[in-house]
């Protein structure tokens, strides 16, 4: 039986977790170069944790300069078993409103400038992502949501844009009346698809900060007001992460959903038709099956 590891990746505002034990920062260098910043390795409550600012300390990245693989490939090569996205988000529901949280199930990946894959010539590899997110992870952390005092909607389709801007009116309405999603940010695709490639069960923590732009009563996105939501979220995530080890355990049997088999068949390339150089980059993330 395998030993749970969880792997925080704190979004805006969200830059610690609080009580770890053995803590410390540790520079993780992976093939596709350094993550956002070190990371915090530690013990909470008799579970090993490991916490990744995406932005780095001091929020030195944009969402499109956040180097995703580097960031799953280091989790993963610390031993990270299970990961927990926490990030901010703007609300295209009116009864999903500033200071709720979103565990989010679904994804439209509308980014465009982000490398969304390990794989590559000389080692092609396609794993599903109908479902992109763990149900079990996911029921956790919204478990644990709710017992640090949160109001949270389990379920909800997250629309992925490559920013830094914020939506544009006409696509702010687009995306709620048209798409049908639930929330919007700009962090978690890749994000999301990288982790099933490495393997690792996800879970998607959306913080609503405000309504976007297309609420008649609440006009364009106040960044005063988005941090000031932002600040009391921050308080909550903590929080939510400190109640995760109880409920997921030290021992960990292998995922009812499959997020840990997710290359069972996934890799098309022929064994004597792979690149050396490329079966050497990806290791760290498919040595599984390689």
Known sequence: MAETMIGVIGGSGVYQIDGLTD??????????????????????????????????????????????????AALKMLGVTDVVSVSACGSFREEMAPGDFVVVDQFIDRTFAR????????????????????????????????????RVHRG??????????????????????????????????????????????????AMITDYDSWHPHHGEVDIAEIIATLMGNADKARKLVAGLPRRLGGERTACPHGCDRALEHAILTQPDHRDPDAVARLRPIAGRVL
């Open 115 to 150: 490398e969304k894959t390990f794989f590559e010539s000389g080692l092609v590899g396609h794993v599903s992502v109908a479902h992109p997110t763990c149900a079990r992870l996911s029921g956790a952390a919204a478990d644990a949501a709710e017992a640090a005092g949160v």
């Open 23 to 72: 803590a410390r920062w540790q520079a993780v260098e992976t093939p596709w170069g350094a993550p956002s910043d070190q990371i915090l390795t530690g013990v909470l409550d008799g579970v090993p944790m490991a916490f990744l600012p995406r932005h780095g300390r001091g929020h030195v990245h944009t969402p499109s300069t956040v180097p995703y693989r580097a960031n799953i």
């Open 156 to 205: 909800g389709t997250y629309l992925a844009m490559e920013g830094p801007q914020f939506s544009t009116l006409a696509e702010s309405r687009m995306y709620r009346e048209v798409w049908g999603c639930d929330v919007i940010g700009m962090t978690n695709m890749p994000e999301a698809k990288l982790a099933r490639e490495a393997e690792l069960c996800y879970a998607s923590v």
